[in-house]
């Protein structure tokens, strides 16, 4: 009999999440600095699949075949995936993976715009957003919560002072005027032992608990989102 072979690879890269305005203003140049190659590998795996795909409609259609480059060289990872890019007989499929919980639901909708770019089906996608009123409770309750990012001077010295089981009350005096929330939680650890007058431990300390506030707003803020579209929801659901 006649045996036949054929040889193939499978190439899987596990691309790092986009990431958003929102969560990198948490961060120190270093991690601004990584979140923007990130973003930019992204871009330019998308401008790819995008020559990729007029390649194959220019060799589809009638007449003069015009030439068409994928510029595969523009990111380590376009380089990566090169002959997904050269080949006629590659094929390349995007798999989007998100949580099931509703807290993550903005994460969920980023991830999945990021996929439909990537894959040149963004103009197909259709995002649906509908206001949901909050309950005179959960308005009071999310008045008392204000991210780090957007405290004032006072709110900073005031959170200093209960922080840590008031490890740090003593040195709320010494933050100047200028500091406010935005400029904190952009300080790194050292920074932070600087602006207080204390060790690099208690800077790391102080570094920590403002990440755990930073967290914990969040939860907090996601969770009451949660809670007001599932009490729009039966509201609905009670009304038929």
Known sequence: GVVLSAIGRLTLVDCAGSERKEDSMYHDSERRKEAAEINASLYALRECV???RMQRLAELGDGP??????PYRS?????VLMECFVKEDARMAVIATVSPNPTDTEHIVSTLRTACMISGSDGDCREL??????????QREAQRQVAPVHWTHEDVQKWMLRVCKGEFASKSERVPRTVNGRALVRMT???LASLVGGSPKQGETLYDAIRNEIARVDHFMAQRRQEARETAFRAKSGAY
Do not use: C, I, N
């Open 129 to 138: 957003k509908e206001d949901v009123p909050m309950t005179v409770q959960m």
């Open 50 to 52: 995008r020559f990729r």
């Open 65 to 70: 075949k015009p030439h068409v480059h994928v």
């Open 75 to 79: 990111s380590s990872l376009t380089r």
């Open 189 to 191: 650890a050292p920074q």
